[in-house]
């Protein structure tokens, strides 16, 4: 067990621990399913809806991080050096970059918020449901991508919808949740004072990182995937003209996620941009599995809902190499 998972409980979604079995309907779901109470006027940009029952929220945000964690965790284990081109890095990057994202998303989530895409049938829902409790929004309300928050214990979900690409506009997001939790770290009262500030200093290099080379407000990942996937820049595509000699050694830390995030150095990096960006992305990675198998030890109501997600990927994945 990593120091990081006793720092992060604390500010787990209330409750999510306690989902048990495979879960289906994510957020999008419960949206559409329209059982929810309206009391505040809707705006063209923001919601919030009310719920009578915890258990609905729990079992939509268990789903998504379902879905989203077993995406991640698919990414990860999939990357392999090509034998033919073996100087050949391009996809390393843009895997381990979706593993992160998606990685990244799985964690908020469990933090109890979501950067969650608000579709047309999402939004006439809202609308109907503002409607019956003389809520509607005065204008037209945007859909597009919303940061939801959610109150375990008001069981309430507030929306607010996001400018900018969706993947910029979800560092941002995440960017300043680990910033938060960097802080909160340090008020737990359940660690060490030295493991409070051990797993404190790790979140603040990880945000230090998100913000690389001046990317403003955490996008810094999203900067590397852009230029190799888009600009086939850092020599990881074929003729891998200024191809350096530590590029070699990114195949071979790969795995270097399944084991204790808080062991990863994020700092000592130097000018080795995508080694700098691979560890960043596999701390979070990491992050996400520690978190996943600790939240899956503490059900106590039958088995984990992780199980039949991003740790029934892993696990199936340990057994196809036995």
């Known amino acids: 067990m990593s120091i990081l998972d006793g720092i992060a409980r604390p500010f787990w979604l209330a409750g999510l621990n306690e989902v048990a079995g495979p879960q289906i309907k994510g ?4 949206i559409c399913d329209e059982a929810y109470q309206i009391y505040s006027q ?7 809806l009310s719920f009578s029952d915890p258990k609905p929220i729990l079992s939509a ?3 998504d991080i379902n879905r989203i964690g077993s995406a991640s965790f698919e990414s990860s284990l999939s990357i392999s050096r090509s034998k033919l081109l073996p100087k050949s890095t ?4 843009i895997q381990t970059y979706y593993s992160a994202f998606f990685s990244a998303h799985a964690i908020l989530r469990i933090l109890g918020e979501s950067c969650t895409p608000i579709e047309r049938e999402h939004v006439n829902s809202i609308v109907k449901v503002g409607e019956l409790f003389g809520a509607a929004p005065l204008t037209p309300m945007a859909g597009g991508l919303y940061h939801l928050v959610c109150d375990a214990k ?3 979900i507030s ?5 900018g690409s969706p993947h910029e506009a979800f560092w941002k997001v995440f960017y300043d949740r680990i910033l938060r939790l960097s802080n909160e770290a340090l008020t737990v009262p359940t660690q060490s004072v030295a493991d409070r500030q051990r797993a404190s200093v790790k979140l603040g290099e990880l945000a230090s990182n998100l913000c690389f080379q001046s990317a403003a407000t955490g996008r810094w990942l999203s900067t590397v995937r852009n230029s190799v996937n888009y600009s086939q820049k850092h020599a990881t595509w074929f003729p891998y003209s200024g191809h350096r000699g530590y590029h070699d050694y990114l195949f071979e830390k790969i795995s270097e996620w399944t084991g204790d995030p808080l062991d990863l150095d994020l700092v000592s990096c130097g000018d080795k941009d995508l080694r700098r960006f691979q560890v960043t992305c596999n ?7 520690s978190i996943s198998v600790d939240m899956a030890d503490r059900c106590t109501v039958g088995r984990s809902f992780q199980n039949f997600g991003s740790l029934g990927c892993l696990n199936r994945a340990r057994r196809s190499r036995l």
């Open 159 to 163: 929306g607010k919808s996001l400018s």
């Open 27 to 30: 957020i999008g779901g419960l």
């Open 42 to 48: 809707v705006s063209p940009r923001s919601f919030t």
């Open 90 to 93: 391009a996809w390393l990057v």
């Open 61 to 63: 945000f268990a789903a």
């Open 283 to 289: 701390f979070i990675i990491g992050s996400l599995r």
């Open 154 to 156: 008001e069981r309430t």
